[in-house]
């Protein structure tokens, strides 16, 4: 018998979380070695266990899901990232992608579709809903979100980004950098590098403009 694809999921509702791995309980092919209500825990748990997939919820408070995807690839790059989403934004898909992700499903599929993804991505796939994949290239250069016009948030690096959405959530500088593992000067130069770029020097209009863009849970 062949070993059991070891799995972490990562979800802040406590309900989704145990339902799902409860569901995939009764698959003989995957295990789901533990449970995270957050990014920081999905992070220390892959260190601490090295599955071959973990399961994100994009939406979860604390470190940034995008943040985390970086950080878990970065010390286990064999371990395959699958987002889940109740947000199509293209923000997200296009994060998803730059982290490398190997699946982006929407909260709306069958528990079955999530086991199908996880099997796809173990062994070496890619999986993503229907929905997301009318929003995407895939071809010889490899997968990425198809071409639209020009907006002012990809003019910001990926720093940016992870510091705007945390303003979005109303979080101090000092909040930020905790969260970021950053000194509060690093965050404070992001900030204004993003204002600069963005013309925006207002964390309220910041916020609304983060929630425009798809880049923070409206």
Request: proline share 4%; aromatic share 4%.
């Amino acid at each position: 018998m062949s070993t059991p694809i070891r799995v972490i999921l990562a979800d802040d509702h406590a309900l989704v979380r145990s339902t799902l791995a409860e569901w995939l309980r009764s698959s003989t092919d995957i295990q789901v070695v533990a449970q995270a209500s957050d990014a920081d825990q999905a992070v220390n748990e892959c260190i601490r266990l090295a599955p071959q997939v973990v399961v994100l919820d994009i939406d979860m408070p604390g470190l940034s899901c995008f943040d985390a995807a970086r950080t878990i690839r970065s010390r286990l790059p064999d371990t395959k990232i699958i987002f889940l989403s109740a947000f199509l934004h293209d923000r997200y898909i296009d994060e998803a992608l730059r982290c490398g992700a190997s699946a982006f499903l929407t909260k709306g599929e069958p528990p079955q579709k999530i086991a199908d993804a996880i099997r796809t991505t173990a062994a070496g796939g890619i999986f993503f809903s229907p929905e997301v994949q009318s929003r995407m290239v895939i071809d010889a250069g490899g997968v990425r979100l198809a071409e639209g016009p020009t907006t002012r948030a990809q003019t910001l690096t990926q720093r940016e980004l992870e510091v705007l959405r945390y303003i979005a959530r109303g979080m101090s500088k000092k909040e930020i950098a905790n969260v970021m593992h950053l000194s509060v000067k690093t965050v404070d130069n992001h900030s204004t590098s993003l204002m600069a770029k963005l013309d925006i020097h207002d964390r309220v209009e910041l916020a609304r403009f983060a929630i425009r863009e798809g880049l923070a849970e409206p």
